[in-house]
T-cell receptor, first 114, second 114 residues
Framework: KQEVTQIPAALSVPEGENLVLNCSFT??????LQWFRQDPGKGLTSLLL?????REQTSGRLNASLDKSSGRSTLYIAASQPGDSATYLC?????????????FGKGTRLSVIA | DAGVTQSPTHLIKTRGQQVTLRCSPK?????VSWYQQALGQGPQFIFQ???????QRGNFPDRFSGHQFPNYSSELNVNALLLGDSALYLC?????????????FGSGTRLTVV
């Protein structure tokens, strides 16, 4: 059974810092990995999707890497801003036919202090 | 291009009652998945529908049931509500087969059982 762990559970940093959020998964046979952002009480916004054959994806100040063999992914946020404050969720889709469901971690709650 | 639409946004029900939540998928998507997110937790997969049938199901009791209509919209029904059913219910849509953009989530329905 796939399990996803995110460390740390919460993080508070001053504005302008570069930071790294970690995600680990127990079964390396994944199809892809997706990072989401969730504002309090809101739905999920997809940030980056990495296919199992890829090593990293970049979007603006965000960079996500994937090391499938070690079961790890990191989300790097450069020059953090107060608007980045949210919960960041990592989710994996296992190697399977059809639209297999996502397995989520519990998230990292990020606070960027001005 | 409308994304995933969920209704209602908030709902308060009494223990023992029944509730129906609704979801309209993103244009071009024919598969709908439902997730339950308790406070402070990652989303948990409930079930997935396509071609108007339940295709996959997570570890949820039979009190949770669903339906998909010919226009691909979907309903989630929960009977005999328990206090523990209080959560954010998220709907996600995707196209069948290869989908480089991953799942698209709605803003969710916040259900409170009192």
């Amino acid at each position: 059974k796939q399990e996803v762990t995110q460390i740390p559970a919460a993080l508070s940093v001053p504005e302008g810092e570069n930071l790294v959020l970690n995600c680990s998964f127990t079964d390396s046979a994944i199809y892809n990995l997706q990072w989401f952002r969730q504002d309090p009480g809101k739905g999920l916004t997809s940030l980056l999707l990495i296919q199992s054959s890829q090593r990293e994806q970049t979007s603006g100040r965000l960079n996500a890497s994937l090391d499938k063999s070690s079961g790890r992914s990191t989300l790097y946020i450069a020059a953090s801003q107060p608007g980045d404050s949210a919960t960041y969720l990592c989710a994996v889709r296992s190697t399977d036919s059809g639209n297999t469901p996502l397995v989520f971690g519990k998230g990292t709650r990020l606070s960027v202090i001005a | 291009d409308a994304g995933v639409t969920q209704s209602p946004t908030h709902l308060i029900k009494t223990r023992g009652q029944q509730v129906t939540l609704r979801c309209s998928p993103k244009s071009g998507h024919d598969t709908v998945s439902w997730y339950q997110q308790a406070l402070g937790q990652g989303p948990q997969f409930i079930f997935q529908y396509y071609e108007e049938e339940e295709r996959q199901r997570g570890n949820f009791p039979d009190r949770f049931s669903g339906h998909q209509f010919p226009n691909y919209s979907s309903e989630l029904n929960v009977n005999a509500l328990l206090l523990g059913d209080s959560a954010l219910y998220l709907c996600a849509s995707s196209p069948r087969g290869w989908y480089p953009d991953g799942y698209t989530f709605g803003s969710g329905t916040r259900l409170t059982v009192v």
